[in-house]
């Protein structure tokens, strides 16, 4: 399911799935002419930064923004979408956010193979680390896998939720380290950032992808028995829920 939903975007098109790649491709090119160009934002705020630093960094932080945020937008309106699976056969409605969450990380790693590319361009080879950033994602997994249960059980009952989250995850762009670093924010604020579910695994995958770190492990340990739960959470609610939809669509 997860593969034909992913040709299934690109049918039709000239190019197919080749629009999977050049999407990250253009979408590099304009943060990098906006941010760099127009704003002259600076990482690090020195003057020896180039465009293509700047551009590498906030790439990284964007591939793991949008990995959440088109899963999570997508939940509520899987089982409203899928109506035949409720009411004619008999179908695991559970799998349906794990086929949305399947089909956001295939073009997670075209992102991810946009970014080593542009990164070996500029800079060379790199670093080791950098096979460690699937690691990173793994807890962020969870996390999306819980709240898309959630949003996919409640998107049935209540049809604002799709309008509300996709308010949620705009505001959540820019309340989360993407295109600033979390240094820059003053300390009485910073506290409110680091709350931020995203902030942890960006500044994490910015580690190991950019600056060639290892992860924090006693903090991504936490994080990942958090998201466990949070999506054991998520499971249990959709499993409890399951039974109404058929009254309610």
């Given amino acids: 399911m997860t593969k034909r939903e992913v040709i299934g975007r690109y049918r039709g098109s000239m190019i197919g799935i080749l629009w999977s790649f050049f999407n990250p491709m253009l979408m590099l090119t304009v943060y990098t002419f906006v941010f760099s160009v127009v704003f002259k934002a600076k990482w690090n705020n020195t003057a020896s930064e180039s465009k293509s630093e700047f551009a590498i960094v906030l790439f990284a932080?964007?591939?793991?923004?949008?990995?959440?945020?088109?899963?999570?937008?997508?939940?509520?309106?899987?089982?409203i979408a899928n109506i035949n699976y409720v009411k004619k056969v008999v179908f695991p409605l559970e799998i349906l956010p794990v086929v949305a969450l399947g089909s956001t990380l295939f073009h997670t790693a075209v992102s991810i193979s946009v970014w080593l590319l542009f990164y070996s361009t500029i800079h060379?080879?790199?670093?080791?680390t950098c096979l460690l950033f699937p690691?990173?994602?793994?807890?962020?997994?969870?996390?999306?896998?819980g709240m898309a249960w959630l949003l996919a059980s409640l998107g049935v009952y209540l049809r604002d939720v799709a309008q509300i989250v996709?308010?949620?995850?705009?505001?959540?762009?820019?309340?989360?380290?993407?295109?600033?670093s979390i240094n820059s924010v003053?300390?009485?604020?910073?506290?409110?950032?680091?709350?931020?579910?995203?902030?942890?695994?960006?500044?994490?995958?910015?580690?190991?992808?950019i600056w060639g770190h290892m992860p924090d492990w006693p903090l991504f340990a936490l994080y990942m028995a958090g998201s466990l739960l949070f999506a054991w959470l998520g499971f249990a609610w959709f499993q409890k829920t399951r039974k109404g939809f058929a009254d309610v669509i």
Avoid at 124 to 128: D, K, N, V
Avoid at 166 to 180: A, G, N, Q, Y
Avoid at 192 to 202: G, K, Q, S, V
């Fill in 166 to 180: 996709s308010i949620f995850t705009t505001i959540l762009m820019f309340l989360s380290p993407v295109f600033f």
């Fill in 124 to 128: 060379g080879m790199p670093h080791w």
């Fill in 135 to 145: 690691v990173v994602l793994l807890p962020l997994m969870f996390l999306t896998l």
């Fill in 186 to 209: 003053p300390e009485d604020f910073r506290i409110f950032m680091l709350l931020n579910p995203l902030t942890f695994i960006i500044e994490q995958g910015r580690e190991v992808l």
């Fill in 61 to 79: 932080g964007m591939i793991v923004y949008t990995l959440f945020a088109e899963t999570v937008n997508r939940a509520p309106s899987l089982i």
